[in-house]
């Protein structure tokens, strides 16, 4: 299938790795939001405009798919729904390297890097990111839109409901529910569940409500790909 990655920033470049390792789809190129990237390439494909290209590329170059790379969550999904808007279908982006339990359920515009492990009966929703490394144990079910970080670890039966976040090294303990829109910062222990629209730190983590310094810790927080980046030709 020919497919565009949307998003020209450095996890569309991981995807683009995962796609030329996993030789399931023909990705014709990027798209972008920011306009002044249009015509440049990247890593040998072009930056072919913004979504408002797709009927465009659909109808001359025959592109029938996108993934949505995007780190924010809430963008992710909206982007997607943007992209089904035009007919088109959204495509998964798995790592070979990416170990399935034969009965794990994937939703779309799924993106699972290199090193993941998922195990059995897990169900991962639409427009998931796990990222390069992580564990997801037994039966656990990672809703839409939320992203599992790098090396973070979650044991069996953990829920992780839609849009949220769980950091780099984290470790969820099992049976435990991390709320909606919630974030589990970068190396934290979650031994309980994780209340919606929260975020807790630290080991064991608990709840903060107030963080001083709020740039800075969004800057550990957050990996690199979710910032604002420079542009190059």
Known sequence: MKCVIVGAGGHGRVILDILINAKEHDV?????SNTDLAGRRMDGRQILGDLSALPRLRDELGVEGAVIAIGDNGVRRDFADRVEEQDLRLVNAIHPSANLAHNVTLGRNVVIAAGALVCAHCQIGDSVILNTGCIVDHESMIGTATHICPGARLAGRVTVESGA??????????????GYESVVAAGAVVIGDVAPLTTVV?????????VAGADDFTDWLIPEFMRPQVSQR
């Open 202 to 210: 630290g080991v064991p983590a608990r709840e903060i409500k107030d």
């Open 28 to 32: 014709v190129g990027f798209l972008d």
């Open 165 to 178: 976040f769980v950091g780099i090294g984290a470790t969820v303990i099992q049976s435990v529910r991390i």
